[in-house]
């Protein structure tokens, strides 16, 4: 039979003591006295775990990039991107960037992986629950939410203003001259639901319509996969907003499935603007998120809480408009369904 894993949590609860204090003992990190440092470790060599892989090179920083697994899926590169920003500003500041991925049980239970308690800093990639931010900020370590707006105040973020996003694709569209617009998204996250009222506000100040059915969701959370089999509306939109780039990139293969060409038959603005927008056919109008800037910020906001600063803060970034072939001013006969072949 196989040996059940040994985890901080077991040697701690062994010892007596948090989960948080085995790790500043075996990772040699002050605030931990010799003698249960040197308990702690004897354990964990008793047991069979390995604590070297806790520590960093003499020196360095050691933090963690924690994202929840629906986030860093291989054709989502949204966060992906973010991560590579981030490392690089961590490979210049002499500090060692870990990936831990959030399971969905986990994230449920606000169950942390163990290796979190040990670092020297956490950084969120994307929204994750409530149970999750409230075990993070018991830990006491500097933590900074990326792309995530924790409204509770535990932690500080680096965010985009969601709500703006939805009324700058929405009035972009209208500018163009597209009067029926639907909102195709992929998750229930707080960052879909303020695109979609952002939208819906234009919308009622314009006095445009918008028709349940041309809010369209193109994925299946429980199967963690975009999908293909639902059924376009009766009615189409002229146009689409699509939460994010690679809801675009299935929406779009569904339309062009359906017979219909995107950019003549029916407009499409995506947002966050990597390079799945741009390779796509035809390279899609964008709200620009810079990847970039949200890493240089959310490490601007880590420094200042390693050097003592615990106050909470919440970062904004500015975005704005890529255009590209797939939202043009429209004609009336770009709106007309393609003859199926």
Same mark, same amino acid.
């Given at each position: 039979m196989a040996k059940d894993k040994v985890t901080l949590s077991k040697i701690a609860e062994q010892l007596g003591v948090s989960k948080i204090t085995v790790s500043r003992a075996l990772k040699g990190q002050p605030g931990v006295s010799e003698s249960l440092r040197r308990e702690a470790r004897l354990l964990a060599s008793k047991l069979g775990y390995t604590y070297e892989r806790l520590r960093s090179v003499e020196g360095k920083s050691r933090f963690v990039f924690l994202v929840p697994k629906r986030f860093f899926l291989a054709g989502?590169?949204?966060?992906?991107?973010?991560?590579?920003?981030?490392?690089?500003?961590?490979?210049?500041?002499?500090?060692?960037?870990f990936v831990n991925i959030l399971e969905a049980g986990a994230e449920a239970q606000g169950s942390l992986p163990d290796d979190i308690a040990g670092a020297d800093g956490i950084f969120i990639g994307g929204e994750v629950a409530e149970p999750v931010v409230r075990a993070i900020a018991a830990l006491s370590v500097p933590c900074v939410a990326i792309d995530f707006?924790?409204?509770?105040?535990?932690?500080?973020c680096v965010i985009i203003d969601n709500y703006m996003v939805g009324i700058m694709a929405a009035e972009y569209l209208?500018?163009?001259g597209y009067r029926k617009i639907g909102f195709v998204s992929a998750d229930?996250?707080?960052? $879909?639901?303020?695109r979609l009222h952002g939208f819906t506000r234009v919308l009622g100040q314009k006095n445009l319509p918008f028709r349940k059915e041309w809010n369209i969701v193109n994925y299946d959370e429980a $199967?963690? $996969?975009y999908i293909m089999d639902f059924a376009l509306p009766e009615e189409m939109p002229e146009a689409f907003i699509c939460y994010n780039d690679v809801t675009a990139y299935y929406f779009v293969e569904k339309l062009k499935s359906s017979g219909y060409h995107v950019g003549r038959d029916v407009g499409i603005v995506s947002i966050d603007n990597t390079n799945m927008a741009a390779s796509c056919a035809p390279p899609l109008t964008c709200i620009n998120i810079d990847r970039s800037r949200f890493a240089a910020e959310a490490m601007g906001l880590m420094k200042e809480q390693l050097k003592g600063n615990a106050a909470v803060r919440r970062v904004y970034l500015n975005i704005n408009i890529v255009e590209r072939e797939s939202a043009p001013v429209k004609k009336e006969a770009r709106h007309e369904k393609v003859r199926r072949l």
């Open positions: 989502d590169i949204f966060y992906h991107e973010i991560y590579y920003h981030l490392n690089s500003l961590c490979v210049e500041n002499n500090a060692d960037l707006n924790v409204i509770n105040g535990l932690l500080s209208i500018k163009q229930s996250t707080s960052s $879909a639901s303020d $199967a963690t $996969a």
